[in-house]
């Protein structure tokens, strides 16, 4: 679990974030949603340590992120997976190469035993078949996969996603958000979505985080959103008409 206690972030003596406290648990899809602007990407980047907040605790599992010195970050980076808003994909590398590459910088395994589990997470990410070819032969669907095997590749504790669905057609979203949940509840993961999309977050927002102007607006679930007396709230989710028929359609079948 990764908890953080009274957050505070400033920038050019403009603050970004106050006060912020959360928890993200182990084994749920965490998403942190919120309008352009709000605060949301600079918390994510404090909790994978590109920023420095001037206050507050950042825990993961007891361990604070603040307080450690570099080899411990170091360290802490080894059980930390990212999967990045392009994929980030190396060109000159096939999918089997891209799966390998944290392997190769961080484990001390064999050359066999990195194929092997660069295999691995390939199958489990149903991208079998596609190991010898290169980031420009496969869709934009396909290169996510490929970024998420390489994200779990060296079996992670904590995954952070940026915008894990941007670029993506609706279907292939669904996709993803799927194939994010399962890792995620199949390996215990902690992992966190930084999100604007709506379907993420009414299909898989196990434990949503939703920030408003640098303050924690609300936290809950995607079932808890629909009876939300959260104006704020509401009308960020359900800002298109489609969204607000999907609330008062479940509205009216919780009477």
């Known amino acids: 679990m990764i908890e953080i206690n009274d957050i505070e972030k400033t920038f050019d003596d403009k603050q970004i974030l106050f006060g912020i406290s959360a928890k993200f648990y182990d084994g749920k899809t965490n998403l942190i949603i919120g309008q352009s602007g709000s605060g949301k990407t600079v918390l994510m980047k404090s909790l994978v340590g590109l920023v420095t907040p001037e206050k507050g605790e950042i825990l993961f599992d ?5 307080k450690m010195s570099i080899s411990q970050r170091k360290e802490l980076r080894k059980e930390i997976g990212m999967l990045f808003q392009g994929s980030a994909l190396f060109d000159s590398e096939t999918v089997l190469g891209n799966v390998m590459f944290p392997l190769v910088m961080f484990s001390d395994m064999s050359d066999e035993e990195k194929r092997e589990r660069a295999q691995f997470c390939i199958d489990r990410v149903n991208l079998t078949g596609a190991e010898k070819k290169y980031p420009s032969e496969i869709s934009g669907g396909m290169q996510k996969r490929v970024a998420i095997a390489r994200a779990i590749a060296l079996n992670p504790k904590y995954l ?21 949940h399962d890792i995620t509840s199949e390996y215990k993961i902690t992992t966190i979505i930084n999100t604007h999309d709506m379907n993420s977050v009414l299909g898989i927002g196990e434990n949503i985080i939703f920030i408003n102007k640098g303050h924690l607006n609300w936290t809950g679930s995607m079932n808890e959103i629909y009876n939300s007396d959260n104006e704020v709230l509401n009308n960020f989710v359900f800002a298109t008409e489609l969204f607000q028929d999907v609330r008062k359609y479940r509205m009216a079948r919780s009477v």
């Open 62 to 66: 007891g361990r604070d992120l603040m």
């Open 160 to 180: 952070f996603c940026d915008e894990p669905n941007s670029g993506l057609d609706p279907k292939t979203s669904i996709v993803i958000d799927e194939l994010l």
